[in-house]
């Protein structure tokens, strides 16, 4: 039976000196009884709080980190669905970098990758991690791309080379920066031994669960602790059917030898069939997608992607609730009012900046959700908004008594009217897009 959070909390020295990088070890306590921690973590933990907790305090997919001044964290998972309870680290995303392309291109596409930055609702959304593979003759060459990354890359990076001693080589400069080996064959003595001399993750390859399972066992027994899953298929389907029986067996069974992050490196011949089988696996538990090719408009595609589903459906992304300036304003400007739920005010905003115009865009507390839901839950209604508008201040901002509403929640504008004496209400436009045609509607240019 598993231990309660308060079972745990008997079991710590309960000093809450937070070398745990928890404040109180009531917090640590609940931590591990939720799997998001590891009883190691705790400097001071006791030798029956080791052998009472031991591998129960784990948590059923490890947490693994590559890189070092922005590790990417995979690992860690507790659901199988995130509505469940929510995915905690989203799928990283590699590319790869052939040294067979020449010291030219490499450095040219090392720093365009790097540069590769979008923001959207307020995020920033760029790739994760360098894939080297070592595909020339030329041993020198792979030595140089590992250096070309260091240089112009803080990103972490996995290196994937057959020939053993260039591939020490290439580990040790990368010792301090805690990257990955991808192993396309068995896993031997030797290449445990070079991951645990140089603080590398080790990506195991098989092409059948009870080898996977038997190389698992064989790594983690020779104290190397920091691996990935690497099962092979023929196709995306059964590579999907395989990712669900990985995680269903470390979560459900608690089967440890399947309990590490998955990875899949995508080799396919045309770049749209890789970013399918991208997303694919990206929403079916591949922990980090390698793709073989780099076309900036896909790339955000995934991104996009990516960041829908390891938002926490229980939190949405949200913005702070105040008047922001669109433009630049005067205070005749108009007032435009919509909630703060982050898509939401990035179209919103977007579309006003469209139109041409300057105005004050009024972002209501409706934590975090849509016009639409707010108004359902009675947070976007008349009285709530005339509340916030008085709490901001606003009449002292601006001296238009105009503001526009959404159109989808247009039968509140009475009982915003009766709140706010003064101010005429404007239904605007159902659609954002909706925004610059209203605006010269309503000769606001």
């Not at 917090?27 to 907790?53: D, G, I, R, V």
């Not at 080799?267 to 980090?288: G, P, Q, R, V």
Request: net charge negative; charged share 25%; glycine share 6%.
């Amino acid at each position: 039976m598993a231990l309660s959070g308060l079972d745990i909390f008997k079991l710590l020295p309960k000093t809450n000196c937070g070398d745990c990088g928890v404040p109180t070890c009531m917090a640590f306590a609940m931590k591990l009884a939720q799997k998001k921690a590891e009883l190691s973590e705790c400097p001071h933990a006791s030798e029956e709080a080791k052998a009472t907790l031991g591998a129960a305090s784990e948590p059923p997919i490890r947490l693994v980190k590559i890189g070092k001044d922005h590790p990417l964290e995979v690992g860690s998972e507790t659901v199988m669905f995130r509505h469940e309870k929510t995915f905690f680290h989203q799928t990283g995303i590699a590319i790869q970098l052939r040294t067979s392309e020449g010291e030219s291109r490499l450095e040219q596409k090392i720093r365009e990758i790097e540069e590769y930055k979008v923001e959207r609702v307020g995020e920033q959304l760029e790739p994760d991690l360098f894939l080297i593979t070592h595909d020339s003759p030329e041993n020198d060459i792979f030595l140089k791309t590992i250096e070309l990354v260091i240089e112009n890359s803080t990103k972490g990076i996995i290196l994937d080379c057959a020939e053993f001693e260039t591939l020490k080589t290439g580990a040790s400069l990368l010792k301090d920066s805690y990257a990955a080996v991808l192993l396309k064959k068995t896993v031997t003595d030797e290449w445990i031994e070079l991951a645990k001399n140089y603080n590398c993750s080790l990506i195991l390859t098989s092409e059948s669960y009870e080898d996977l399972a038997t190389q698992v066992e064989k790594t983690k027994q020779a104290g190397v602790q920091n691996i990935l899953l690497n099962i092979t298929s023929k196709n995306t389907g059964l590579q999907i059917q395989q990712n669900t029986i990985l995680r269903r067996s470390a979560l459900k069974k608690a089967f440890k030898p399947f309990g590490y992050p998955l990875f899949n490196q995508i080799n396919t011949e045309s770049e749209f069939d890789m970013f399918a089988t991208a997303a694919a696996l990206l929403c079916k538990y591949e922990s980090i997608v390698a793709l073989h090719e780099y076309n900036r408009a896909l790339l955000y595609a995934l991104l996009t992607l990516r960041q829908n589903i390891y938002t926490d459906p229980q939190k949405p992304i949200q913005v702070d609730p105040k008047v922001y300036p669109i433009g630049e304003p005067t205070p005749e400007s108009p007032v435009f009012v919509t909630t703060n739920f982050s898509l939401t005010y990035f179209i919103v905003s977007g579309e006003i900046e469209n139109s041409g115009i300057s105005a004050h865009l009024v972002v209501c507390d409706t934590e975090g959700q849509s016009v639409l839901t707010a108004w359902a839950a009675g947070k976007f209604v008349g009285e709530t908004i005339a509340k916030f508008i008085k709490t901001i201040n606003l009449e002292q901002q601006v001296t238009t008594r105009k503001i526009i509403i959404p159109g989808f929640v247009s039968q509140i504008s009475g009982d915003l009217e009766e709140s706010l004496p003064g101010w005429e209400v404007i239904v605007g436009s159902q659609e954002a897009s909706d925004i610059p045609s209203l605006v010269k509607s309503l000769s606001l240019t």
